[in-house]
Antibody, heavy 117, light 110 residues
């Protein structure tokens, strides 16, 4: 059974960089796409971006200038960095595994990140 | 990219059928058979119900079905049950090699 687990600081100061890691267990990272999705409290889902196991990426145009997703298949991990955060970036951040059609079959439990001084 | 359009809320009585629509454009829903639907209960991660417009993952009840016509995809839930009360989201692959979600629909079982 594939499992994903997000980890990282739960509190980030405005203007700083949000960093999260997703650790994958139960299967190899090969041949899949790996994605980050976020959900502000009480609001809907927002796709952040994905990375293929080979390293190619795609990002939400509204976040592209601030987002970097990287992957380390030797550690079965992929990571998210979001720079220059504001209160609007406060959200539950989910990592997920998807296929070419970007359908998310497996999700992490989510990690609440609050942006506040 | 603009979010896909879903009704904010729908409701139905136990045993009834309801349909949730998801309207996009010719650059996403209308051009690709990569529409997915997710169910999210409060405090939980979303769960995949339908992918590739009509395909149910293993373990998902056959009361859930998906379809698409033009730029609009639909999720139908038949034989409504109390446990179906949740938020539902659609998503679609886009011509820019990105993904867009719908705004979400809250389903109330009366």
């Amino acid at each position: 059974q594939v499992q994903l687990q997000e980890s990282g600081p739960g509190l980030v100061k405005p203007s700083e960089t949000l960093s999260l890691t997703c650790t994958v267990s139960g299967d190899s990272m090969s041949s899949y796409y790996w994605s980050w999705i976020r959900q502000p409290p009480g609001k809907g889902l927002e796709w952040i971006g994905f990375i293929y196991y080979s390293g190619s990426t795609s990002y939400n145009p509204s976040l592209r200038s601030r987002v970097t997703i990287s992957i380390d298949t030797s550690k079965n991990q992929f990571s998210l960095k979001l720079t220059s955060v504001t209160a609007a970036d406060t959200a539950i951040y989910y990592c997920a595994r998807c296929t070419y059609g970007l359908d998310f079959h497996y999700w992490g439990q989510g990690s609440l990140v609050t942006v506040s001084s | 990219q603009s979010a896909l359009t879903q009704p904010a809320s729908v409701s139905g009585s136990p045993g009834q059928s309801i349909t949730i629509s998801c309207t996009g454009t010719s650059s996403d829903v209308g051009d690709y058979n990569y529409v997915s639907w997710y169910q999210q209960h409060p405090g939980e991660a979303p769960k995949l119900l339908i992918y590739a417009v009509t395909t149910r993952p293993s373990g998902v009840s056959n009361r859930f079905s998906g379809s698409k016509s033009g730029n609009t995809a639909s999720l139908t839930i038949s034989g409504l049950q109390a446990e179906d009360e949740a938020d539902y989201y659609c998503s679609s692959y886009t011509s820019s090699n990105t993904l867009v979600f719908g705004g979400g629909t809250m389903l109330t079982v009366l």
